[in-house]
């Protein structure tokens, strides 16, 4: 089920009142119950693939407290690994690997038609999988003691918000909170309402709306000249970030209302200065993941820059993978990977240079260039990641700096391959303007009391706006939600969350 869906709507107020009503001791099957009917929307059947690996990976993790002996406790990571990953491998990458031995023997001996198994890839197993591990791989390493109660480590799987696209929670931080949620008060639920309109406002007043002048371009990119090109890939960056972090937040919101707190898996990543700063704030509990559980494990930045260089490449490369079983997605990787070892590269000889110019790297006029540099750079990227085949992202990017031109006549046509008036144009500069608010309004503080924890949301300071205020801009957000997602209906625009397909 969608968030963005009348099902959901009507689901989660039921859960959320029956939660409040349960007694303590009962509400984590209840929960429990609630978060395998969700999974079980999309088909009945993905119940048994989640309970495979959540079994997997319990079993996993007692054997793992019971035993001290290094060889079995490899052994026993290792099938783990193994089984978990095979899962995952086997129905979001099988036929696209088989598709590439075909491709690459094509080139040496004519074959036949390549045959596929046309599996249809579980929503959320790229998640789930990879939270899984990360229970997995902590008991291994003694950071976190195996969760004996099977109930309660299913539900830590399964647990419905984040259940679908993250964020990709620690044990340690989700477990705890599952056993023993916080008695749920006031300002829990007003920063949950705050959070989950924030999430709905991105999804279907930014993101949904946006994807209508991106799609336009991509129905015909041959089409485009490069001024429609760059706009489409600018657009779809921000499109992109609304739809997953609009997720994000109604998964937060959700949980908070609940006693639950989610980890912020977004810091305003479309303020970074570059491309390292970029991945400090996007994706933030992936970006993690791979930190812990690849980087650092391959060497990290331990072992002199040349292996950290090779590192970076590796980390990004199935990173891109993880996104999806197509090789667009490697080359975004490995364009972010580029950029990254320049600005590792040319960190300390450019502050030099800036020193003998003394010029401060941290005035206003040097951030907000770096800022559109940054930008910059990313649309050739965001062209990457929108195309559906290394084709299509050539003939992106070929367009893009290969049809430039000037004069009105040059910026009508791009607005019209952008199916856009002077009108959407206006509604586009506001819906990036509204992107500043929106996180003020959503991570701002409830009565003294922080939003959700990061080390990289800016302090929003405490909201003293009166009880009258702020009952009138959640009736503004939800009237503004609520019309947004009827047009786009009406229109046969509206979508599921983009991040459901990885």
Known sequence: MNFNSLHFLIFFPVVLIVFRLLPKKVKWIWLLGASWYFYMSWDPWLIFLIL??????YIAGMLLEKTEKTAVRRLLLIVTLVVCLGILVFFKYFDFLLESV????????PL?????????????????????????????????????????FALFVSFFPQLVAGPIERPGDLIPQLRAPRKMNADDMEAGLRIMLSG???????????????????ADVSAANSLAIAVAGFLFLIQIYCDFAGYSEIAMGAAR???????????????????????????ITLTRWFMDYLYIPLGGNRKGKVRRII???????????WHGANWTYVMWGLYAALFITLELVLEKPLCRLAERMHIDAKSVPVVFL????????????ALIFRSVSPAEAFECLAGLFGNIG????????????LSMTMSDLLQVVLSIICLYFLGKFAFSRVNGKPGLHSALIENCGTDKTNIYARISSYWFGTVAVALGWLVLIASSDSSAFAYFQF
């Not at 495979?52 to 990976?57: H, I, L, R």
């Not at 709905?200 to 991509?218: G, H, M, P, T």
Request: with cysteine.
């Open 311 to 321: 590192n970076t490449f590796i980390v990004f490369a199935v990173c891109g993978l």
């Open 112 to 152: 036949s038609t390549c045959p596929s198994l046309d599996l249809i890839l579980p929503v959320g197993i790229s998640f789930y999988t990879f939270q899984t591990l990360s229970y997995v791989i902590d008991v291994y390493r003694g950071k976190f003691g195996a969760e004996k109660h099977f109930g309660y």
């Open 406 to 417: 000037f004069g009105t006549a040059y910026l009508s046509q791009a607005m019209a391959t």
């Open 370 to 381: 770096r800022r559109f540099v940054f930008l910059l750079l990313s649309i050739p990227n």
């Open 257 to 283: 209302m609940m006693g639950i707190d989610l980890t912020v898996n977004f810091a305003q990543p479309l303020l970074a200065v570059g491309f390292r700063d970029f991945f400090r704030r996007w994706h």
């Open 200 to 218: 709905f406002f991105r999804k279907c007043v930014i993101a949904d709306s946006l994807a209508v002048f991106v799609d336009s371009v991509f």
């Open 52 to 57: 495979g690996t959540t079994v997997t990976a």
């Open 102 to 109: 075909y491709a690459i023997i094509n080139l040496f001996t």
